[in-house]
């Protein structure tokens, strides 16, 4: 199978470097020239990976095309391709709904998927609506797929997908709170990513007994977890982030 991609940036690149870890079995991936710089370094890396002049030679040469702009790239350059009816569409665009995909594309078999920059690792969830055997197939072998039918419900995971930077700031304010209690960088960096790490496959092992269960257990009555949880309820931090999934979540089904 030929893979395409139009927009070779980070999240791009990321399901790239996942698809040579995988055993997806792949013919050749066709990528843009932009980046300039990323599509040299997987195409000098990935001898399956070549690099078009333009973005119609990716989608003519590909059965499977990833759309891997920003929402004004997307809009500006998809109404000028030829996408063949045969063409399967992966759109990984937050902003554009199948239905204004289908109107700039004139293609029928059009999907959304919500990968993650840690594909590029084999890893996370990854959203895909509405169910598409093809998408399933190659993406199952890079993630957790879930598909989710309903493309308004899926709005919902996007927002959720929205908080990996406010995760990584934590574990970056943590590190930086031990460095200045005088603890070497790699000492603090080793501690803060282990216990995040630790916490999450907690969490993944837990999943059935719900996290209600974890957040009461991880206290003590009167004890030191208990008063950071609440000394952060009381300033409203977890409503202030709540706050913020709405406001995205508005954002995204605009
Ligand atoms: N990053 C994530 O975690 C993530 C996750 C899921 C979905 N997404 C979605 O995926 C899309 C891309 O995100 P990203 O983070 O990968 O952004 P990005 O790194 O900025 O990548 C966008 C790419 O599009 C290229 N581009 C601009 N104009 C183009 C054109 N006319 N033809 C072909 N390529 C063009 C850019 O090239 P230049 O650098 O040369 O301008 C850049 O390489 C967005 O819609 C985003 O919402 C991102």
């Not at 840690?118 to 998408?135: M, Q, V």
């Not at 990584?168 to 209690?181: A, G, P, S």
Request: proline share 2%.
């Amino acid at each position: 199978m030929n893979l395409g991609f139009i927009g070779t940036g980070k999240i791009a690149s990321s399901i790239i470097y996942g698809i040579f870890k995988s055993k997806l079995k792949i013919n050749k991936i066709y990528i843009s020239s932009r980046n300039v710089n990323i599509a040299k370094k997987l195409s000098g890396k990935f001898s399956k990976v070549k690099v078009c002049k333009n973005n119609q030679e990716i989608i003519n040469n590909s059965k499977v095309i990833f759309l891997s702009v920003t929402p004004n790239v997307g809009k500006k350059i998809l109404k000028k391709l030829i996408f063949d009816k045969n063409k399967i569409i992966i759109s990984l665009i937050s902003t554009l709904k199948i239905k204004e995909l289908k109107k700039l594309t004139n293609c029928n078999k059009i999907c959304k998927a919500i990968p993650l920059p840690f594909i590029e690792n084999k890893l996370g969830p990854i959203i895909l609506s509405p169910k598409n055997r093809i998408a399933n197939k190659i993406l199952s072998k890079l993630g957790n797929v879930i598909e989710i039918n309903n493309e308004k419900i899926s709005y919902s995971f996007w927002s959720t997908s929205s908080i990996m930077a406010a995760y990584y700031e934590l574990l970056n304010l943590t590190t930086k709170w031990l460095v200045k209690k005088k603890i070497k960088q790699k000492t603090a960096i080793n501690y803060i990513s282990e216990l995040f790490l630790a916490l999450s496959k907690d969490a993944v092992l837990k999943k059935t007994i719900g996290f209600n269960k974890l957040v009461a257990d991880s206290q003590t009555p009167g004890g030191l977890n208990m008063q950071v949880l609440n000394e952060l309820k009381k300033g409203k931090f977890y409503d202030k982030f709540l706050k913020s999934l709405d406001n995205v979540h508005r954002r995204i089904k605009h």
